[in-house]
C-alpha cells in the first residue's frame, strides 16, 4: 500500500523561509495535499497539487512536486509564529471502492523569534 | 471554516461500550469520509461513503460501521469500545469521491 514519510520536526526564524518535505510510494496518486493541524484542532486544508503538475503557488505557499522521485515540499515564505503547527502532507488515490488519503505523521514546526 | 460539522467535540466513554458519532457535510458535498487520529500519529482511513453506500475501507475491523443519509450528514459507530479507540475521529467531505476533500474539527474520544 502507499506510504507517505515527513521529517518530524523544522525549526526556523521569524521571517525566513520553511521548507517541509515529503515522500510518497504510489506513483499513481491522484492528488497531493498539504494540511495545517494546530494543538486541539482539526486538519486545515493549505493547498493541493494534481499529479501532472510540478508546481503550484498560492500566496506566500509555494508547492513543488516532482513525481520522478515522488517527492513533494511545501515553501513557506516569511515565515510568521502563527505559522507554529503539525503539517500533514498527505496523498490521494482513486480506486473502484472510492478514494482515500494516506497521510504521513506530520512535521512540526516551530517559529522562533 | 470548512462547513464541516461534527458532535460531539469530546467525549468519555467506558471499555465495551458503544459510540455513535456524527458530521454534517459542507452544502453541495455528496461524498464523506472517516478517519481516526490517534496521539502524535497521522490520521488513518476508516471507510467513505457516496450516495449513502460505503464506497472503500481502510484495515478497521467490522465494530467499526457507518451511515450516510439522505442529506448527506454520516454517523460513525463504533462498538465494544476498546482503550486503543481514545483518539481525535474525523469526518472529511468533498463533492465526488475524486474531489478536494475539508475536514472538520473533529471529535476527541477517550476510552477508559
Known amino acids: 500500500g502507499e506510504d507517505v514519510e515527513q521529517s518530524l520536526f523544522l525549526s526556523v526564524r521569524e521571517g525566513d523561509s520553511s521548507v517541509i518535505n515529503c515522500t510518497y510510494t504510489?506513483?499513481?496518486?491522484?492528488?497531493l495535499y498539504w494540511y495545517k493541524q494546530e494543538p486541539g484542532a482539526g486538519l486545515q486544508l493549505l493547498t493541493y497539487i494534481f499529479s501532472n503538475m510540478d508546481m503550484k503557488q498560492d500566496q506566500r505557499l509555494t508547492v513543488l512536486l516532482n513525481k520522478k522521485d515522488k517527492h513533494l515540499s511545501l515553501r513557506i515564505a516569511d515565515t510568521q509564529t502563527g505559522d507554529s503547527a503539525i503539517y500533514f502532507c498527505a496523498a490521494s488515490k482513486s480506486t473502484g471502492g472510492g478514494n482515500k488519503l494516506t497521510f504521513g505523521t506530520g512535521t512540526q514546526l516551530k517559529v522562533e523569534l | 471554516e470548512t462547513g464541516v460539522t461534527q458532535s460531539p467535540t469530546h467525549l468519555i466513554k467506558t471499555r465495551g461500550q458503544q459510540v455513535t458519532l456524527r458530521c454534517s457535510s459542507q452544502?453541495?458535498?455528496?461524498?464523506v469520509s472517516w478517519y481516526q487520529q490517534a496521539l502524535g500519529q497521522g490520521p488513518q482511513f476508516i471507510f467513505q461513503?457516496?450516495?449513502?453506500?460505503?464506497?472503500g475501507r481502510g484495515n478497521f475491523p467490522p465494530r467499526f460501521s457507518g451511515l450516510q443519509f439522505p442529506n448527506y450528514s454520516s454517523e460513525l459507530n463504533v462498538n465494544a469500545l476498546e482503550l486503543d479507540d481514545s483518539a481525535l475521529y474525523l469526518c472529511?467531505?468533498?463533492?465526488?469521491?475524486?474531489?478536494?476533500?475539508?475536514f472538520g474539527e473533529g471529535s476527541w474520544l477517550t476510552v477508559v
Open positions: 472529511a467531505s468533498s463533492s465526488g469521491p475524486g474531489n478536494t476533500i475539508y
Open positions: 461513503y457516496y450516495r449513502e453506500e460505503e464506497n
Open positions: 504510489d506513483s499513481s496518486s491522484t492528488y
Open positions: 452544502s453541495g458535498h455528496n461524498t
